[in-house]
């Protein structure tokens, strides 16, 4: 077993390639969209479902080198049983089947959801590799998505503590991210396996959208989703997503339309210049007149 984990170290794990054949059977749940979108308040309430568990951010559906430890740690989960899992799997598609189950398995329920919003910018490889995976896409208006993310990341853990920010990123730099997530998920919003969530419609109607989530997923309703931030639940430590705290709180609207009194005229100017054609055609704005 050492010996073969040091070839493993030398050459590169399997667990690392995204590239290796695998194929799932499994029915996973997997949520993206660009960032500030709502999609760590659309993982608290399907965490709180009695049946998905479905924990903080763990990139393992993306294209970067895994770190058992750091999964171990966030999940709660032996970091032993982590290693293990990584060094006897043959791809990165196989070793997520593993970590699901660990994931269920921990937290006595049956299906895995996994949120990171950059999930998004990889739906080929996801489809590819877990056919029968449900995704499930947020969608916000990029101009309150632009306000937000300009001031992401807003903490930082010091021993286990929240600490403030001072962020403040150009408006180019929001509207263009806003913009390339649109731009990733467009060739998949007609796959029967995709589902899009609007941050607004989830927020202004929690039960009736909550509903017809569920529904797509094949999951049966159930009241305690719209009780998350009482919701007990090992995921529930603002420690492991510490840029969005307050998804741990009751739904509120506070953050509808921000952007009408956060963006200045230059502001506006260079979002439209960016992804206004984007606003009208997803029903965000009638015109370039706002």
Same mark, same amino acid.
């Given at each position: 077993?050492?010996?073969?984990?040091?070839? $493993?170290?030398?050459?590169?794990?399997?667990?690392?390639?995204?590239?290796?054949?695998?194929l799932s059977?499994?029915?996973?749940?997997?949520?993206?969209?660009c960032?500030?979108?709502?999609?760590?308040?659309?993982r608290?309430?399907?965490?709180s479902?009695?049946?998905?568990?479905?924990?903080?951010?763990?990139?393992v559906?993306?294209?970067?080198?895994?770190?058992?430890?750091r999964l171990?740690? =966030?999940y709660k989960?032996?970091?032993?049983?982590?290693v293990?899992?990584r060094?006897?799997?043959e791809?990165?598609g196989?070793f997520?089947?593993?970590?699901?189950?660990?994931c269920?398995?921990?937290?006595?329920? $049956?299906r !895995?959801?996994?949120k990171?919003?950059? +999930?998004?910018?990889?739906?080929? !490889?996801?489809?590819?590799?877990?056919?029968?995976?449900?995704f499930?896409?947020?969608l916000?208006d990029?101009?309150?998505?632009?306000?937000?993310l =300009?001031?992401h990341?807003?903490?930082?853990?010091? +021993?286990?503590?929240?600490?403030p920010?001072d962020?403040?990123?150009?408006m180019?730099e929001?509207?263009? $991210? !806003?913009?390339?997530?649109l731009?990733a998920?467009?060739?998949?919003?007609?796959?029967? $396996?995709?589902?899009?969530?609007?941050?607004?419609h989830?927020?202004?109607?929690?039960?009736?959208?909550?509903?017809?989530?569920?529904?797509?997923?094949?999951?049966?309703w159930?009241?305690?989703?719209?009780?998350?931030?009482?919701?007990?639940?090992r995921?529930?430590d603002?420690t492991?997503?510490p840029? +969005?705290p307050?998804?741990l709180r009751?739904?509120?609207?506070?953050?509808?339309?921000r952007w009408?009194?956060d963006?200045?005229?230059?502001?506006r100017?260079?979002f439209?210049h960016?992804?206004?054609?984007?606003?009208?055609?997803?029903?965000?704005?009638a015109g370039?007149d !706002?």
């Amino acid at each position: 077993m050492k010996l073969r984990n040091l070839f $493993r170290t030398m050459l590169g794990r399997p667990a690392d390639d995204l590239d290796a054949e695998y194929l799932s059977s499994s029915r996973h749940i997997v949520l993206g969209g660009c960032g500030r979108s709502g999609t760590t308040l659309a993982r608290v309430i399907l965490d709180s479902h009695p049946d998905i568990c479905c924990g903080p951010e763990s990139k393992v559906l993306l294209d970067e080198p895994l770190d058992a430890g750091r999964l171990a740690k =966030r999940y709660k989960l032996e970091s032993e049983q982590m290693v293990q899992a990584r060094d006897d799997s043959e791809s990165r598609g196989e070793f997520i089947d593993r970590f699901a189950s660990m994931c269920c398995a921990s937290s006595g329920k $049956r299906r !895995w959801a996994e949120k990171t919003p950059r +999930n998004v910018l990889n739906l080929r !490889w996801i489809f590819d590799h877990f056919p029968e995976t449900r995704f499930v896409h947020l969608l916000r208006d990029g101009r309150d998505v632009a306000c937000s993310l =300009r001031t992401h990341p807003r903490h930082k853990v010091v +021993n286990g503590k929240l600490v403030p920010l001072d962020t403040w990123r150009p408006m180019e730099e929001c509207a263009d $991210r !806003w913009r390339d997530s649109l731009v990733a998920v467009q060739p998949f919003l007609t796959d029967p $396996r995709v589902h899009t969530v609007r941050y607004e419609h989830l927020v202004a109607e929690p039960e009736v959208t909550t509903r017809r989530l569920l529904e797509f997923l094949g999951e049966p309703w159930d009241p305690r989703v719209l009780a998350h931030s009482e919701a007990e639940s090992r995921f529930r430590d603002a420690t492991t997503f510490p840029q +969005n705290p307050e998804a741990l709180r009751p739904i509120d609207r506070s953050a509808m339309h921000r952007w009408e009194r956060d963006m200045t005229p230059d502001d506006r100017r260079v979002f439209k210049h960016i992804a206004g054609d984007l606003l009208v055609e997803y029903g965000y704005a009638a015109g370039q007149d !706002w």
